[in-house]
């Protein structure tokens, strides 16, 4: 019963997630953006899970974890970007250009 | 013995290409080995010779008469083609193969005299044997196939042999023009064989020759078109109207290849062609008769041309033109026997005046040379008088010369007149016989004419060679004067081949061959003459001949020319003549010059330089590129507009579910 | 129901928020308002124990970490926006609006009626095993290779990150 509009909120979420990691041009908040991605499809799996069978849960589980390490290796990065370009904006990092 | 001769028909045309590749091997390694080289080049030619006269007697003991076909390997099996490597031993093949090896055999041993100083000797005779087994190829294949790969091998050799001097540029350009006229005639006999082949379906001459009758409507399109395209390629290796040009300009290589090549054996390939596709011609009358028509007047109107030339072998060139042209008219009227007969009788003495001329030639150089004169050796105008100094080629010259003009009892004689009487007795049927004949008559007074001006001129009157250089004129050595003298005895006995029944003779040549002419001569009955018609017809023609002997003898003046570098130029009717009534220069305006405009202008500038290299070459590079500066545009390294593409991606693959 | 539209009705205006801030600190601290409100719809599903995962896990240490991080890079005020132009702005709202749209399409197409349990399967395991085990008890029999290998993940993550942000190696 609510299948439906579980989905519908998460379709929206992730949506929102996409803008803000089209619109954003901060690192970090790109970053926040994606974890919001990642929350929206939990979402999915929660409300799959009540029609499916506790596997959806159990995923739920491990994206979380991975969400968390990949957090912690991600803000690293920034962290040694930040150290040698002194800026997060992404419009200026781009040696791959050409 | 002789069947097992039959068994190794191969021995035949191979023993020729193995002198090609040892003396080719020679003139690649040891050039100066001249003693080897002339073992090998004559040697194999008289054992081909020996084989093909072993296979000869030993088809001639089998009972029946029926063609024999060595099938060796399959060649070309190409879906409905089955074309095999086979060579047919026939009654034609067998008289083909006994001229090609035999006079061939002769005119490589006089070239062993002939060319002895020479530096490109070994190369000479690897060329000349390869030729022999081009030529034996083409008139013992079994299939229109093996006959092509002769017929375009010796247009490769006779390319080879007529440049063998190419250092000049005028020897050079004789064998391309040869080479090049030749391949126009090729496609006309190449379509023959595509029509040939989707008519009857196969392409060997046992099957078509045995389907023809069925497969095509007497008189109709399609056969007509056949025989039509194969005469284009007939004539332009027999050298007849409208592809005789190359001819003589072919005068321009060695002496004996003029004689082997072009007067004895390649020439009359299409001659061979003509007798061996006799069923075919014989259902298309239409071809028939303009393969008699385009002989007639190429007969005359190559013995006008030959009356006013001075390179004597210009003469002999022209003269074989003209005689080429009667054989023609033979085989087009159905008298296939006729027209062989005369092959092989102007083989002899055709060769013999060619290598007679070489004779002469030969003792003409050694004279200039010995006086450093810088003279054209080849103008009658230089000549004069040279039975005194060369009477063995003299005499020998004049047996063939009376044999050419038609004269009895020498070969000529019985051959012309078979193939004159053919023509009259044709035109009871059909009118435009007459002219053939007609013209053929007159070419006989001409032929006569030209040739004992010929005689005359070199051999007779004062001599104009010079004083100095006229002490080193002598006669030829033995190599060069025996087998002049072995083909002065063809000339002479040679008619007995086919002595005609009015005189009494078996016409053994025409029972011979009746087993190959059969057929056609049923679809193509020959007409009979009254014997007082015929005899009528044969006085005719030797007072015709005589006439033009005697014409000659009281017209022409030899005691009134003077050396060549002094001649006047010619002026009115003789200039036409002397220039061939400008029939190179009409080509050269119509053809060779807009190919050749066709070819810079526009195939070459537009074509080659803007089409290809410009649009499709360098566009190409350009479309690269081009293609390339878009694609370096994506590369901006920004994460951003990366994650924009991906995220396109994406809904181009969520659209495909959506649908 | 009115429960969870409530709830998801926060959520998706805090992501909104979220999404717009000038100051990634604002941007960060909505984010955790949607983290929480996700949690509450988790326990709508019938979920608890995820849904204390969430707050614990995902909110409580993730977000701690980006805020620890935005404190060290000092990006607390900033001075200029760093939402892009005007072009993309236009172009990042039509791709998230299709994409949106075509995901809310496809949500009705949802999974087949054979395969589906019925509407209170959860909650019943909930009731039989409890909360926690009706999660854990797959954990450690079906999943168990994923289980170990995600233990390996972190240790990696760990390492990787202590590596990269060092000053010198």
Redesign the interface.
């Known amino acids: 019963?609510?299948?439906?509009?579980?989905?519908?909120?998460s379709?929206?979420?992730?949506?929102?997630?996409?803008?803000?990691?089209?619109?954003?041009?901060?690192a970090?908040?790109i970053?926040?953006?994606v974890?919001?991605m990642l929350?929206a499809v939990?979402?999915t799996f929660?409300?799959?899970?009540?029609?499916?069978?506790?596997?959806g849960?159990?995923f739920?589980?491990?994206v979380?974890?991975?969400?968390?390490?990949?957090?912690?290796?991600g803000?690293?990065?920034?962290?040694?970007i930040?150290?040698h370009r002194q800026t997060?904006?992404?419009?200026n990092?781009?040696?791959?250009?050409? | 013995m002789p069947g097992s001769l039959l068994d190794a028909l191969w021995l035949v045309p191979a023993l020729p290409l193995a002198g090609f590749v040892l003396n080719g091997a020679l003139a690649l390694t040891r050039p100066g080995a001249k003693r080897a080289v002339s073992l090998i080049g004559v040697g194999v030619l008289l054992l081909a010779f020996a084989a093909a006269a072993g296979a000869v007697v030993g088809f001639a003991r089998l009972p029946g008469g029926e063609p024999v076909v060595q099938r060796y390997w399959e060649w070309l099996p190409v879906g409905d083609l089955q074309v095999h490597f086979a060579l047919q031993l026939d009654q034609l093949s067998a008289v083909m193969i006994l001229v090609v090896t035999g006079v061939g055999a002769l005119i490589h041993l006089f070239s062993v005299g002939y060319m002895h100083d020479d530096p490109g000797y070994a190369r000479y005779f690897a060329y000349l044997n390869l030729f022999v087994f081009f030529m034996l190829m083409l008139v013992l294949g079994a299939s229109f196939p093996v006959m092509f790969v002769g017929w375009e091998g010796v247009g490769l050799c006779s390319y080879l042999l007529i440049g063998f001097w190419f250092n000049e540029q005028i020897n050079a350009d004789a064998g391309k023009k040869a080479f090049i006229v030749n391949r126009i005639g090729d496609v006309g006999f190449l379509v023959a064989m595509f029509l040939l082949f989707r008519a009857t379906g196969s392409l060997d001459f046992g099957d078509v020759f045995s389907r023809a009758a069925g497969t095509f409507p007497p008189g109709g399109a399609l056969i007509t078109a056949i025989t039509l395209f194969l005469f284009l390629g007939c004539t332009g290796k027999s050298a007849q109207i409208p592809l005789y040009t190359w001819l003589p300009d072919a005068m321009q290589g060695p002496t004996p290849v003029s004689a082997l090549i072009h007067a004895a054996t390649m020439v009359t390939a299409g001659v061979y062609l003509v007798a061996r596709c006799g069923v075919l011609f014989a259902l298309a009358p239409v071809a028939s008769a303009v393969v008699a028509g385009v002989g007639a007047l190429t007969a005359l109107f190559a013995a006008t041309i030959a009356l006013k030339q001075w390179d004597i072998k210009r003469v002999l060139a022209y003269s074989t033109i003209s005689q080429l042209g009667y054989m023609f008219l033979g085989v087009g009227t159905g008298a296939h026997a006729a027209g062989i007969f005369h092959l092989a009788t102007h083989s002899f003495f055709k060769a013999l005046l060619f290598l007679g001329a070489g004779s002469v030639i030969h003792a003409m150089h050694h004279a200039y040379h010995a006086t450093h004169a810088h003279d054209d050796a080849q103008d009658m105008r230089n000549m004069g008088g040279l039975r005194h100094q060369l009477p063995w080629t003299a005499s020998l010259m004049w047996i063939a010369t009376l044999a050419i003009s038609g004269l009895p009892p020498l070969a000529g004689f019985f051959s012309k007149d078979e193939i004159l009487s053919a023509a009259f007795a044709q035109g009871a049927v059909r009118p435009i016989w007459y002219a053939f004949w007609a013209m053929g008559i007159a070419a006989a007074l001409l032929t006569a004419f030209y040739m004992t001006r010929l005689m005359l001129y070199t051999f007779h009157g004062p001599n104009r060679t010079g004083e100095g250089a006229r002490a080193h004129l002598h006669e030829a050595p033995w190599v060069m004067t025996g087998p002049l003298v072995a083909l002065g005895g063809l000339t002479l006995a040679g008619g007995a081949l086919n002595v005609s029944p009015l005189f009494g003779g078996g016409t053994w040549l025409h029972r011979w061959l009746e087993p190959v002419t059969a057929a056609a001569d049923r679809l193509q009955p020959a007409v009979e003459l009254s014997r007082a018609t015929e005899w009528a017809l044969v006085l005719g023609a030797v007072a015709v001949a005589a006439l033009g002997i005697v014409g000659a003898l009281r017209l022409l003046k030899p005691e009134a020319l003077v050396p060549a570098r002094l001649a006047p130029p010619e002026t009115g009717l003789g200039r036409v003549l002397w220039k061939k009534w400008y029939v190179d220069e009409l080509y050269d305006a119509v053809l060779v010059r807009p190919v050749m405009w066709l070819s810079r202008e526009v195939l070459w500038k537009v074509v080659d330089a803007r089409l290809v290299d410009g649009l499709l070459v360098n566009g190409s590079a350009v479309a690269s590129r081009a293609l390339g500066w878009v694609g370096?545009r994506l590369?901006?390294?920004?994460?951003?507009f990366y994650?924009?593409l991906f995220?396109i991606g994406v809904l181009a693959v969520l659209g495909t579910a959506v649908r | 129901?009115i429960i969870?539209?409530a709830f998801?009705g926060l959520?998706?205006g805090s992501?909104?928020f979220?999404?717009t801030r000038r100051s990634?600190v604002a941007?960060?601290l909505w984010?955790v308002v949607?983290?929480f409100s996700?949690a509450a719809?988790?326990v709508?599903?019938?979920?608890q124990?995820?849904a204390v995962?969430?707050v614990l896990?995902?909110a409580g240490?993730?977000m701690v970490?980006?805020l620890f991080?935005?404190m060290?890079?000092n990006?607390g005020r900033?001075a200029a926006t760093?939402?892009?132009g005007p072009l993309?702005?236009a172009?990042?709202?039509a791709?998230?609006?299709v994409?949106?749209f075509q995901?809310?399409v496809?949500?009705?197409a949802?999974?087949p009626a054979a395969?589906?349990?019925p509407?209170d399967?959860?909650a019943r395991?909930a009731a039989e095993q409890g909360m926690v085990g009706?999660?854990a008890r797959?954990?450690f029999d079906?999943?168990l290779v994923?289980f170990e290998i995600?233990s390996v993940?972190?240790l990696?993550?760990?390492v990787?990150?202590?590596?990269?942000?060092k000053?010198r190696l």
């Not at chain 1, 979380?64 to 290796?73: G, L, P, Q, W």
């Not at chain 3, 709508?44 to 979920?47: G, S, W």
């Open positions: 019963m609510l299948l439906g509009p579980a989905l519908l909120v379709a929206v979420l992730f949506a929102l997630g996409v803008a803000g990691v089209l619109l954003r041009r901060n970090i908040v970053f926040m953006c974890e919001l929350n939990n979402l929660v409300a799959l899970a009540q029609r499916l069978g506790v596997a849960q159990v739920v589980f491990f979380m974890a991975v969400a968390a390490a990949e957090a912690a290796v803000l690293a990065i920034i962290l040694a930040y150290r997060l904006n992404l419009q990092i781009n040696l791959l250009k050409g | 370096s590369q901006t390294g920004e994460v951003g994650v924009v995220v | 129901m969870f539209w998801a959520a998706i992501a909104v979220c999404i990634p941007s960060a984010l949607t983290l996700l719809l988790f709508v599903l019938d979920a124990f995820i995962l969430q896990v995902y240490a993730i970490l980006f991080v935005i060290l890079l990006l900033q760093d939402i892009k993309g702005l172009v990042g709202v791709l998230a609006g994409l949106g995901l809310g496809l949500r009705v949802g999974p395969i589906l349990l509407p399967a959860m395991a009706s999660v797959p954990l079906a999943y994923p995600t993940l972190l990696a993550a760990i990787g990150a202590v590596v990269l942000a000053r």
